[in-house]
């Protein structure tokens, strides 16, 4: 019976919140000020009436047939639709990647999309892409001075390259190579378009992980390898594959890779997982030193930092 009371409330809680927004979406314009404060609170409120209903036990797909009207309205921002939506096939992709980096709200104004999306875009999981993204700008810098312009890099799941953005003044002195890979041939089009214009040193590599480092093994090793934050998405078993071959064969003796991870226990999680569709691979700090372990990378030789936001290792391999 308590379930039974409790699992009604729960429902009732989703109504209240669906009518809500459906309301908030009818009584535009509003005070600027007062819709942002109400999108915020709108997405605290459908991450822990979400993360309620995942604790009563419910399935996700029972949760996302609930959240019907919640996820119409988060799709009403352009930013939500592609989340849900995933124009490219894949989670993560290039597009969603500019997007979040430019913070630019795409939604119509004097709208509560506009407000919904610019809490997004203000959000801590939205802000820390930014951050990994900083990080790895870092890195290219950092090779770039200790190879005096000419290491060998690679950036794996490079998307648009928009860790490289920052760079373009500094890549017109780059006399390396860098090479590009991703899955996705129009993320490559994209970064060539992007590149070019600073620097023809470079090559792309249209592979999936474990393709890019059979096709690599033979071409030499490289100073820097960058993955960014592709590993959110690759499960243990094949992580273990690609770091071992990576650190083993594609990375030269004193060189360095960096990689991100999303830590264990995302508080965006169930907002992330029911609202839009956008699922990550959590890690905690000893589930990657593991990994590197069993992929026999010496635990002398992996960093751990957290960016900004606090919710994403940096974690830097030396060899």
């Not at 729960?10 to 314009?29: H, I, M």
């Not at 700008?137 to 928009?162: D, K, M, N, T």
């Not at 997982?273 to 992996?302: F, G, K, Q």
Request: net charge negative.
């Amino acid at each position: 019976m308590v379930k039974q009371q409790l699992d009604s409330a729960l429902r009732g809680s989703v109504t209240d919140l669906s009518d809500k927004l459906d309301a908030l979406e009818a009584r535009y314009p509003l005070d600027p000020a007062l819709a942002y404060s109400y999108a915020c609170s709108a997405l605290h409120e459908i991450n822990s009436l979400a993360r309620e209903l995942e604790l009563a036990g419910h399935s996700r797909a029972e949760i996302v047939m609930m959240f019907a009207r919640i996820r119409r309205t988060m799709a009403s921002s352009p930013l939500g639709f592609h989340m849900q939506n995933w124009p490219s096939g894949y989670h993560g992709d290039f597009g969603a990647v500019e997007y979040i980096a430019s913070g630019v709200n795409r939604a119509q104004a004097d709208t509560f999309a506009f407000s919904l999306e610019q809490a997004m875009l203000h959000s801590g999981i939205v802000q820390q892409h930014r951050y990994k993204l900083h990080c790895q700008s870092e890195a290219y810098l950092r090779a770039f001075g200790e190879h005096a312009f000419r290491p060998r890099i690679l950036s794996v799941g490079c998307g648009g390259c928009r860790d490289l953005l920052p760079l373009l003044c500094v890549l017109r002195h780059f006399e390396g190579e860098l090479v590009l890979n991703d899955i996705d041939a129009a993320a490559l089009v994209f970064a060539s378009e992007r590149l070019r214009p600073a620097t023809q040193h470079f090559r792309t590599v249209c592979a999936n992980i474990t393709s890019v480092v059979r096709l690599l093994r033979q071409e030499g090793r490289f100073d820097l390898i960058v993955a960014g934050g592709l590993f959110d998405y690759i499960p243990d078993r094949l992580l273990r594959h690609v770091l071992k071959g990576m650190y083993r064969d594609l990375l030269a003796p004193g060189g360095a890779m960096l990689f991100t991870n999303i830590d264990e226990g995302n508080p965006f999680r169930p907002l992330m997982t029911y609202a839009v569709d956008w699922e990550l691979i959590e890690r905690s700090r000893e589930a990657i030193r593991a990994l590197c372990e069993e992929s026999s990378i010496p635990a002398e030789c992996v960093e751990f930092e957290r960016e900004e936001s606090q919710l994403t290792w940096i974690v830097r391999l030396r060899k």
